[in-house]
T-cell receptor, first 113, second 113 residues
Framework: GENVEQHPSTLSVQEGDSAVIKCTYS??????FPWYKQELGKRPQLIID?????GEKKDQRIAVTLNKTAKHFSLHITETQPEDSAVYFC????????????FGRGTQLTVWP | GAGVSQSPSNKVTEKGKDVELRCDPI?????LYWYRQSLGQGLEFLIY????????KSGLPSDRFSAERTGGSVSTLTIQRTQQEDSAVYLC???????????FGQGTRLTVV
């Protein structure tokens, strides 16, 4: 099956700085890569996703990049704010309705004011 | 509309007892996942149901764990002869047909004493 590796496990940044979280995957058939944010005590929620037919996607301060050849994808958060503090999970999926999501182990992001 | 609902929200049980955790997915969602999240840890996959296909049980940690999904809707995760290491938050998620986005419930916090 798929194996998703996520780094770093913890990340601390100053408010206003950028944060980057990286993931690699093993299954070349994976073609859908979502990112979930889990705030303390809350449920994980989808914040952005990318499909393998594009290399980059942006949504305000958040962007995701994908390198299919190297089988890695990254989450970029610019102008970080304290409310960005949370655990972020990357995931990979084959895109078939019969497949399941494979999650990375998560990154605890702390943004210091 | 209503999201994924899990019950109970909290469960304290004595070691050796059996417990049942319930998940009501969003109406019409065909895929259903169970994950386990220990304190400060990532999302540990347990089991995945997709429509009428055979479930992917590859994440169940032992034969004390089982899950069923009746009528393609409600799911129950059963843990027999609970152990202290079973203490965790058990998260359920569902996805609609044709989509890979997972919508998570709030989870059931299980404490085995």
């Amino acid at each position: 099956g798929e194996n998703v590796e996520q780094h770093p496990s913890t990340l601390s940044v100053q408010e206003g700085d950028s944060a980057v979280i990286k993931c690699t995957y093993s299954d070349s058939a994976s073609n859908y890569f979502p990112w979930y944010k889990q705030e303390l005590g809350k449920r994980p929620q989808l914040i952005i996703d990318i499909r393998s037919n594009v290399g980059e996607k942006k949504d305000q301060r958040i962007a995701v990049t994908l390198n299919k050849t190297a089988k890695h994808f990254s989450l970029h958060i610019t102008e970080t704010q304290p409310e960005d503090s949370a655990v972020y999970f990357c995931a990979a999926h084959r895109g078939s309705t019969l497949g399941r999501l494979y999650f990375g182990r998560g990154t605890q992001l702390t943004v210091w004011p | 509309g209503a999201g994924v609902s899990q019950s109970p929200s909290n469960k304290v049980t004595e070691k050796g007892k059996d417990v049942e955790l319930r998940c009501d997915p969003i109406s019409g969602h065909t895929a259903l996942y169970w994950y386990r999240q220990s304190l400060g840890q990532g999302l540990e996959f347990l089991i995945y149901f997709q429509g009428n296909s055979a479930p992917d049980k590859s994440g169940l940690p032992s034969d004390r764990f089982s899950a069923e999904r009746t009528g393609g809707s409600v799911s129950t995760l059963t843990i027999q002869r609970t152990q202290q290491e079973d203490s965790a938050v058990y998260l359920c998620a569902s996805s609609p047909k044709g989509s890979t986005e997972a919508f998570f419930g709030q989870g059931t916090r299980l404490t085995v004493v």
